[in-house]
C-alpha cells in the first residue's frame, strides 16, 4: 500500500473525494457572505468577551462560513428563545463533561458510520467541527444563554455526584457518643491546610513530570491553595463540596495571578474536583469497610496517630497499662507527648458503627473524666480522607488536561 | 500497637512440653505481660499461659497440635473493632467455639460446639447488662463473654492484675550451618 494513503488522517480514500471535499472547502470560504458575517462576529465579541479569536483575514472568513454552516439567526421569538434554551444545554452538556462536550457529541454521532461503511475518522472530524461552529455561534449570539447553562450545568454535576457518591456508599446506624466524635480546632484546621497545600504541590509536580511541561509559579500557588482550602473545609463540607470549594480557588488563584480569569476554566475545575472528591469518597469508604477487621484495627489506630500528630501532640507511648480500683486493668492505645492542662492527655482509638468501649476502658474514663480521647472511625472518615487528598493531588493534571485551557506565559 | 492480642491455657502437659510443641525457647527473661512479642507464665492451677502480642498466633492446627494429650483454651481480643473468639480444643480436636462480633448485633455470641457449663450464665449476666445501658450505650459487654469463659476454666484474666509472672519465650532457631567459605575449604 503506497505510503500516502497511510497518512490518509481524514478518511478519505480516493483522490477524487479528497478534491471534492477541497473544492467544497474553497467555495466556502468564497462565499459572499463570510466575510462580512466573520467582520460583524468578530466587533461582536469583541463587547461581550467571548472567547474567539480570528488573527489573520482567512481566520474571519473561516469564522463566517463556519456561522453559515450554523444556519441564520432565528427571526421568530419562540425560535429565539429555543436558540437560547439549546446553547444553555450545549453550556451544560460542556460543563458536565469538563469541556469535552463536542468531542463527545461528535463521537455518538459517528457511531452509525461503525455500521454504514462511512469512514468513521472523517465522520468523527466534521461532526467535531460542526459541534465547533455551533459552540463559537453560541457564544457569539447566546454569550448569557451558554454562561448560563455552563453554571447550571457546574451546579447539576457537583450536586449529582455529591448524590451519586452519597448512594454508593454503605449506611450505618451508630451510637450517639461515636456521632458526637469533636470537630477539629481552627489550630487543627490550619495545620490541615498546610498538608493539603502541600499535597496541591505535590500534584502540581507530578503533573508537571508526567505531562512533560513544567508550570509556571502561578500554577503551583494555584495548586498549593486549592490544595489547602481542601485541607481546611474538610469535614465542616463534604468530600465533594470541599474539593469543588478547593478546584476554583486553585484556577481562579491562577487566573487572578495571571490577570486573566476564565469563569469556564473555573468551572471545569470545580467540576474535575468534584468528581475527584466523589470518587475518591467512594473509593475510601467502601474499601475501608471491606476491610478485614484486623487491618480496620490497625487503620484506626494509624488515623489517631495521624490526628494526635497533626494536632501538635505526637503519642509518645503506646499500649500503656493503667490500674483500676480493686486489680483491674486496662490497655491504652496511647499517650500523648505533653500533657496539656484541660486537655485529653491520652488515646483511645475504635474504627466501624460498632466500636464501643470495652468495660474497663470506660471504667477508667468515669473514674478519670476528660483525661482520654476517644476517636470513633467510620468508613466516612476515610472516605471523605481519600476524597480530599484525591482531589488535592489530582486537580492540576485534570487542569492541564482542560481543552479550553488558557496557556500563559511563566 | 493498641491491644489485638491472643493467649492459649494449656493443661494436662509440662512446661518444657508446652514450649517444645510450640516450636520456642524460653530465654529465662521475665517479662511485663504485654512487653514481649511471646511470654509463658504458670497459673499455679494446672493451667500455663502463653501470650502473644499477635491476634492471629493461636491458629487452629497449632492448637490442634498442642492439644494432643492435653486441654487448651485460646482467647483472641481486638479492642479497636471490639471482636473477641474464645476456643477449646482436646486431643487435637476442637470442641467449642464463642464468636462475638459486633457488626453482627451489639449483643451477638456465635456458640459453636459444647462449650463449658459456665458459659450460660456468663452469657446470662452479660446480656442483662447490655439490655441495661441501652441501645445506645457506648459501652459492648458482650465482648467480655469470650475472655471470661476461658477464664472461668483457666483462672486467667487478661484485663486483671493476678501477679503471673511470664517468662519471654522466642522461637528456636535452626543450628547455623558451616559458612560458604567453611563448605569450601571442608573446615568446621
Not at chain 1, 268 to 273: D, I, T
Request: aromatic share 6%.
Amino acid at each position: 500500500m503506497p505510503d500516502w494513503q497511510d497518512d490518509d488522517v481524514d478518511g478519505l480514500d480516493d483522490i477524487e473525494t479528497w478534491m471534492k471535499q477541497r473544492a467544497a472547502d474553497v467555495a466556502r470560504l468564497n462565499d459572499q457572505q463570510t466575510e462580512p458575517l466573520g467582520r460583524s462576529l468578530w466587533a461582536a465579541t469583541t463587547q461581550t468577551d467571548a472567547p474567539i479569536s480570528a488573527f489573520t483575514p482567512g481566520d474571519v472568513r473561516n469564522l463566517g462560513a463556519s456561522q453559515l454552516d450554523c444556519g441564520p439567526q432565528p427571526a421568530t421569538p419562540v425560535a429565539n428563545v429555543l436558540g437560547r434554551l439549546e446553547a444553555a444545554g450545549r453550556g451544560a452538556e460542556d460543563a458536565v463533561l469538563l469541556g469535552h462536550g463536542d468531542d463527545v457529541e461528535a463521537g455518538l454521532r459517528s457511531i452509525p458510520s461503525l455500521f454504514s461503511g462511512a469512514p468513521i475518522g472523517s465522520s468523527y472530524e466534521d461532526f467535531l467541527k460542526q459541534a465547533q461552529d455551533q459552540d463559537s455561534y453560541d457564544q457569539a449570539h447566546y454569550p448569557l444563554s451558554r454562561g448560563l447553562g455552563e453554571a447550571a450545568g457546574t451546579g447539576l454535576a457537583l450536586i449529582g455526584t455529591d448524590g451519586a457518591a452519597a448512594a454508593m456508599v454503605p449506611r450505618f446506624a451508630t451510637f450517639s457518643a461515636a456521632r458526637v466524635m469533636p470537630a477539629l480546632t481552627n489550630l487543627e484546621r490550619g495545620r490541615l491546610a498546610l498538608g493539603g497545600a502541600g499535597v496541591g504541590l505535590l500534584g502540581q509536580d507530578a503533573t508537571d513530570l508526567l505531562s512533560g511541561h513544567p508550570s509556571g509559579w502561578r500554577d503551583y500557588v494555584g495548586a498549593a491553595l486549592g490544595g489547602a482550602t481542601i485541607g481546611a473545609t474538610g469535614g465542616r463540607l463534604g468530600a465533594v463540596p470541599a474539593a469543588a470549594l478547593g478546584g476554583g480557588v486553585t484556577s481562579s488563584a491562577d487566573g487572578l495571578l495571571s490577570g486573566q480569569v476564565d469563569p469556564t476554566g473555573v468551572e471545569h475545575s470545580m467540576v474535575a474536583a468534584g468528581y475527584l472528591g466523589g470518587g475518591g469518597q467512594v473509593a475510601g469508604e467502601i474499601g475501608s469497610n471491606a476491610l478485614d477487621f484486623r487491618d480496620k484495627g490497625k487503620l484506626g489506630e494509624w488515623l489517631s496517630d495521624a490526628k494526635s500528630f497533626f494536632q501538635g501532640n505526637p503519642v509518645a507511648a503506646t499500649q500503656v497499662v493503667r490500674y483500676l480500683p480493686g486489680g483491674g486493668r486496662t490497655v491504652l492505645d496511647g499517650v500523648l507527648t505533653n500533657n496539656v492542662d484541660g486537655l485529653p492527655y491520652e488515646t483511645e482509638s475504635k474504627f466501624g458503627p460498632t466500636a464501643r468501649l470495652r468495660k474497663n476502658q470506660r471504667v477508667y474514663q468515669a473514674q478519670n473524666p476528660g483525661l482520654v480521647r476517644n476517636d470513633y472511625w467510620m468508613p466516612s472518615h476515610v472516605g471523605q480522607l481519600v476524597g480530599g487528598g484525591l482531589s488535592a493531588l489530582g486537580l492540576p493534571g485534570i487542569d492541564w488536561a482542560d481543552p479550553n485551557r488558557q496557556f500563559i506565559g511563566p | 500497637m493498641g491491644r489485638s492480642d491472643s493467649w492459649i491455657a494449656v493443661r494436662g502437659i509440662d512446661r518444657p512440653q508446652v514450649v517444645e510443641r510450640l516450636g520456642l525457647e524460653e530465654t529465662g527473661r521475665e517479662i511485663e505481660r504485654w512487653s514481649a512479642f511471646l511470654g509463658l507464665g504458670d497459673m499455679r492451677n494446672g493451667w500455663m499461659i502463653v501470650r502473644s502480642q499477635d491476634f492471629d498466633y493461636p491458629k487452629p492446627k497449632l492448637l490442634a497440635s498442642l492439644s494432643a494429650g492435653a486441654e487448651v483454651l485460646s482467647c483472641q481480643v481486638e479492642e479497636h473493632v471490639m471482636v473477641s473468639i474464645a476456643r477449646g480444643f482436646r486431643d487435637g480436636l476442637q470442641t467449642w467455639s464463642v464468636v462475638h462480633e459486633p457488626e453482627r448485633g451489639i449483643d451477638s455470641l456465635v456458640v459453636e460446639g459444647t462449650p463449658p457449663p459456665e458459659l450460660a450464665d456468663i452469657e446470662q449476666r452479660l446480656r442483662a447488662e447490655q439490655d441495661a445501658e441501652g441501645e445506645d450505650a457506648d459501652v459492648d459487654f458482650m465482648f467480655d463473654a469470650a475472655p471470661e469463659i476461658v477464664a472461668a476454666i483457666s483462672g486467667y484474666r487478661d484485663d486483671m492484675d493476678q501477679g503471673v509472672l511470664f517468662t519471654e519465650l522466642q522461637p528456636v532457631l535452626p543450628p547455623k550451618g558451616p559458612g560458604l567459605l567453611q563448605r569450601l575449604f571442608g573446615r568446621r
